[in-house]
């Protein structure tokens, strides 16, 4: 457990370091009091559309995050040929990549919230100035359940990292962000594939498109952030039956990220 | 040996950038007062069909919706606005269609889109049709929202003149849970006396206290001002005509009907405007230039 938690150290204070993520909340920041700026097109939709904007910077933001870091997790430490070093000592390889994993996860815990302190930031200072802003919107300004989408926004990005890790074990940069991406893309296109039969007559096409739903990461659960804009109730069910996807699905894919890193040769 | 080694001074470089920053900014000035970028008379919506934008926007929809609402905001504002003669208000309505594809539960675009929709020409595409349609897709997605159907009532009776139909979608929003319940007995009234002047008046000051939406409110205001300048136009015509039995003409212009009224002050309407007074017949008229014009059609709110 305390090697996990060195590495995962180890990776939080580089993606400090790099500056990466300052600069992405930064611009984060940047994009909300924007969008109060652009409020003022909206015809008394303010409120709707700083929560839609905010929530959608927090899920980019993050997912831009998960990526171009999670993809160099593993092969940059490759690339610079530091990898020998780091499993000379007390490291076992899959301590390696859960340390990885866990680093990058604070990584983007850390950010979130910084993230979500700046939106309610935002949404409280707009309430502030215009109190009757909340009048045209079903749900208060600072709404407390804007924070369960946020808490799936980072869940989905746990299952993102963890596809982000996987592929970094195994090919180059360059690829691993395309295949992340990719099955990004996919997981919010999946439900479509479950219906995949009442648009085909072939059977085994549409047998195939059942297995692939459910081996594909399904990543559109995840999103509730309309649901909470509009003030539409959302499941304590979903949360949790969704929250637990993730975990068994993120294990997957770390389990396989380390039986493919323990097999690796670096010779 | 080894010394540290001292960084040149940069102070000139800044001064450069910032002074070709200024004249790059001066060269757009010039420029622009010269050049006008070429804006066709109906742009072009690359994505028309919402099932398609709902898939391109991935987790985004709500973000897409916005955009899209933004963009219907602006050009209705824009051609409403706009110098042109002809208001061309083609894109409004598939603009709408794609904010509510979207996000079907975007309630403000079904209630003012059919406002914007509803609203006879100049001041919009005069469409009571689509602004009917548009709620009708509302009330589909979300069938508990009785304010669409109180909506669409309301076009059929203030821009369709269909009073059976306007009471019929009355009283169907009063029927759905939690619905107002001051639409069943507006049901009866329309029914009754629909089109009249104090009918239309309880209609529209029933809508301005019951919403939480200011842009229905100012709407609702605006409405209830057209109806009291009605009345006063009736009011000024019988004081023409009454100058006409007197004199056996009608008034050569405002200040000379005053002085025989014994007015204070000449009449003006209630967005501050000057009534307009045709001096060859005497009859008064809201001016083109208020901004209470135009007035309903007088088919669709008869005289008190």
Redesign the interface.
Known sequence: MRAIALVAGAVFRESVRDRVPYSMVVFAVLLMAASYLISQMTAGQDLKIVKDLGLAAIAIFGLLIAVFIGIGLVSKEVERKSIYGLLSKPISRPQFILGKFAGLMLTLLVNIAAMSVAFYGVLWLMQLVNPGVELAARAPATDPRLLIAIGLILVELAVVTALAVFFSTFSSPLLATLMTIGLWVAGHFNADLRHFEKVIDNDAIAWLARVLYYVLPNLAPFDIKAEVVHGLPVTLRHVVLTVAYAVVYTGVLLTAAVAVFRRRDFK | MTGQRILPSNRLLYAGIAALMIVAVAVQVVRDRGWQPYEPESGVMWIRSGPLAH?LA??????A??VY??RA??YYGGVRRGARQIKNYDQLYPLLDLVTSL?P????AYR?GSIFLAEPPPGGPGRPDQAIQLLQKGLERDPLRWEYAEDIGFVYYWWLADYDKAAEWFKRGGEIPGGAEWLAPLAAVTLAEGGSRDSSRRLWTELRDST????IRTSADRRLQQLDAMDAIDELNKNTQQFIARRGRPPANWRELAADMGWRAMPIDPSGSTYALDPATGRVSLSRTSGLWPLPDERSVRGR
Do not use: H, P
């Open positions: 898939r991935l987790s985004f929809d709500n973000l919706a916005d609402w933004i905001v602006v996000d539960y975007f309630r403000i003012f939480d939406m200011e842009w």
